[in-house]
């Protein structure tokens, strides 16, 4: 049996040879098959740490750029609003924590963490756009790891979503990424042949620049600024981690359902509000800071879709720094779980050979800190 990634194929007991895809192990019936794919899934890209995608040469620059960011956010705090849930819009919320003098609320019906009072558009603006922290990510951080995020980050996700379009008969699809920022993923799927065109929406010229220069075809605008030409063009929208930074997320997918073709897909990934790292973690998970206004959860950002007009198609959680992230915490002494002998069993004494099975199980039953999710434009929306 051949059983490598998606678009592999394998021998079915009857003989016959069977493309290999999501939606056909998730209708599988053969549990020990199953569980077999998923552990080769994830076993593919264990490898994945937090030094590729985030190299430690540039934490302590990083950390300080970090520090003068939040300065200037705090000489605006006098001009953060409160708001209700940004999933579900209830107005029942209780305090959660507070983190760089920032005030979080958790949502009695629907469970999202999110941030109030919190900086308007127009303060969000300024803080982006002056950003340290960004420019070292921008000038190091990305790319030094983009070989690894492309492959072990955008090729997962990629391969995902041509899943999905097969399964729906989509030929040559009209592909276009919201915030691609370096271009990486819009590159490989234009390099995948797959999609009939790929565009980008990029604001930030620099951005917008990079790619162009991996001769990608790009919208130099807000997503809220696109014109009438565009709208209901794409076949598939995504979006990678950036709802959770978003002012009003609901507005933020109206301008996406916009763009789409009636039962056109959306994909997007963001942190999961109740991931391991962040229950276990709270305030010193780094899911949570200044830029994280919105943590979502499966079952919350269900109810937001809805409300948005989108069915959901899948929620999964294929984040995989969880275990790590927690560990590091426990190894610098910044969280009572050192304390707790199971955790210290688990993190310290016994990581080697339970660490990646661990990790394993959080994505396997939705619990992993970071969720990919693919939604449906409901035809009744216009
Ligand atoms: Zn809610």
Known sequence: MVMLSHGTWFKRNDGKFKELNFSSI?????????KYYFYKMTNNTKSLSLNEIRSDDFRLMQENAYK????????????????????CGGQNSNYHFEKYKCMFLECVACATIFMS???????????????????????????KSEANRREKICRPNLDRIIDECKKRGLKKPAFLEIGPGFGTFSALANDSGYFGNVSVVERTPSMADACRAKGLHVVESALEEITHDFFETADVVACFEVIE??????????????????????????????????????DASPSVD????????????????NRAGFDVVSVETPGQLDVELVRRSVLENKTYLKEDPFWRTLFIEKFDSLGADFQRFL?????????????RKNINVS
């Open 26 to 34: 998730k209708r599988c019936r053969n549990k020990s098959f199953k």
């Open 68 to 87: 003068n960011d939040l300065v200037r956010l705090h000489r605006r705090l006098d001009e953060f609003v409160s708001t209700p849930c940004p999933a």
């Open 117 to 143: 009072p919190r900086p308007t558009p127009d303060v969000m603006d300024d803080y982006y756009s002056n950003s340290e922290n960004y420019a070292i990510w921008n000038k190091y951080i990305f790319p």
């Open 245 to 282: 930074h978003v002012f009003e997320p609901i507005n933020f997918l109206s301008g996406i359902s916009r763009m789409l073709k009636p039962s056109g897909l959306f994909m997007f990934t963001c942190p999961n509000g109740k991931g391991f790292d962040t229950e276990m973690l709270r």
């Open 290 to 305: 200044t830029e994280h206004v919105n943590l979502f959860n499966p079952q919350s950002i269900a109810v937001l879709l």
């Open 363 to 375: 994505i396997e039953h939705k619990l992993s800190g970071n969720m990919r999710v693919i939604a």
